[in-house]
Nanobody
Framework: QVQLVESGGGLAQPGGSLRLSCAAS????????MGWFRQAPGKEREFVAA????????KYLDSVKGRFTISRDNAKNTMFLQMNTLKPEDTAVYYC??????????????????WGQGTQVTVSS
């Protein structure tokens, strides 16, 4: 399994931006489809965004469409989540996840084999 480490979380004001990174270990990053999930206090973890193995196909939670952008740099074994126009309801722990089966993006948590430890994103004035 690939090892995943998230970074880039922190405190942002409403309307602000943050960029999350997910660094993956190993030399087979290009074989994995990747995703971002988040869990707000008292809520279930939910899907946020996903990307296929080549980085050409993406999928988003409706509430983040047009504000968040998922991308990956396979040469650097890293995935990103650019978050713009942040809202207080985006406050959550954000997790990156990797799926080894197939090349198309996945959106269900059960599809993912490896998870990072999470990074806190807080949106508040």
């Amino acid at each position: 399994q690939v090892q995943l480490v998230e970074s880039g979380g922190g405190l942002a004001q409403p309307g602000g931006s943050l960029r999350l990174s997910c660094a993956a270990s190993g030399r087979t990053f290009t074989y994995y489809t990747m995703g971002w999930f988040r869990q707000a206090p008292g809520k279930e973890r939910e899907f946020v965004a996903a990307i296929d193995s080549s980085g050409t196909q993406t999928k988003y939670l409706d509430s983040v469409k047009g504000r968040f952008t998922i991308s990956r740099d396979n040469a650097k074994n890293t995935m990103f989540l650019q978050m713009n126009t942040l809202k207080p309801e985006d406050t959550a722990v954000y997790y990156c996840a990797a799926n080894r089966r197939g090349t198309n993006y996945r959106t269900y948590q059960s599809d993912f084999d490896s998870w990072g430890q999470g990074t806190q994103v807080t949106v508040s004035s």
